[in-house]
């Protein structure tokens, strides 16, 4: 118990410094790269570092990433997958794309790390407020308009469960609309890493598995709730893949 604490202490120190050591790089890229980078991906990559810091110096985390990712990072696509604790962020950092993600607004007031999410152009939800759910989709029109990947987790919460929970249709009724494809991709092992309502860290070996893009090309508002299933599906069954290997129960049963 003493260990788990103290790495624990260890682990939000090394974020700690690696958010203050990579903010002033994150505002100096972006000034550079501003005339010819108005999506600010390489800044954003710049800024997605602060996960593969995190997993480097912490001695609890292993993180993979498995799976087919695209072979052209620029292709913008909408990315979807499911949630399990406040490391999917960390863990999904390592995906060699840059995303532009979909997250509450409580996140764009923590000092420092507010300003990088501005800086990189992360979209600010409000899931209290239509108007700001509005706005988010017009900026996530602008990020892929702008050739960058924009990530919602359509779960909308993590789950306490580790069971997944139905998906919200935002995340598919913003790529037919933009007419770009959605990239499920598969998390295990991070509820491990950090059990919600918890601040200690646990040991975990986590996996991002990428899955096949589902393409939206000649789907219209009507497609919306079979593409929202497709993609929860896809999910789903590579999760049970996952936990199989693993060792683990599906996931209907594990909930049971």
């Excluded at 260990?3 to 260890?10: A, D, F, I, N, Q």
């Excluded at 997993?55 to 985390?61: Q, R, T, V």
């Excluded at 999410?117 to 600010?124: A, L």
């Amino acid at each position: 118990m003493l260990s788990r604490t103290l790495w624990s202490v260890w682990t939000w120190f090394v974020l700690v410094v690696a958010i203050i050591v990579i903010t002033p790089l994150v505002a100096i890229i972006r000034l550079v790269t501003m005339p010819f980078d108005p999506g600010a991906y390489r800044a954003g990559r710049m800024f997605r570092q602060i996960g593969v810091v995190m997993e480097k110096l912490s001695p609890l985390w292993t993180f993979t990433v498995s799976g087919t990712v695209p072979d052209d990072p620029r292709r913008p696509y909408v990315v979807v997958a499911n949630h399990e604790s406040f490391v999917d962020i960390l863990l999904l950092c390592h995906v060699p794309m840059e995303t532009k993600w979909m997250s509450k607004s409580d996140f764009f007031k923590f000092p420092l790390v507010g300003w990088c999410m501005r800086m990189v152009g992360d979209i600010r939800l409000d899931r209290d407020d239509k108007k700001s759910g509005i706005a988010a989709l017009k900026q996530s029109r602008d990020r892929l308009d702008k050739k960058v990947s924009v990530m919602i987790f359509p779960e909308g919460t993590r789950s306490k469960s580790g069971e997944l929970q139905e998906f919200k249709t935002g995340a598919a009724r913003l790529a037919v609309q933009a007419g770009v494809p959605i990239l499920p991709i598969a998390v295990i092992g991070t509820r491990d890493a950090l059990i919600k309502h918890d601040w200690r860290f646990g040991r975990s070996h986590a996996e991002a598995r990428v899955l096949p893009p589902i393409e939206t090309d000649g789907m219209t508002k009507h497609d919306v709730d079979e593409l929202t299933r497709r993609t929860r599906d896809a999910i789903a069954a590579a999760l049970d893949d996952m936990r199989d290997e693993r060792g683990l129960p599906p996931l209907d049963a594990a909930a049971s």
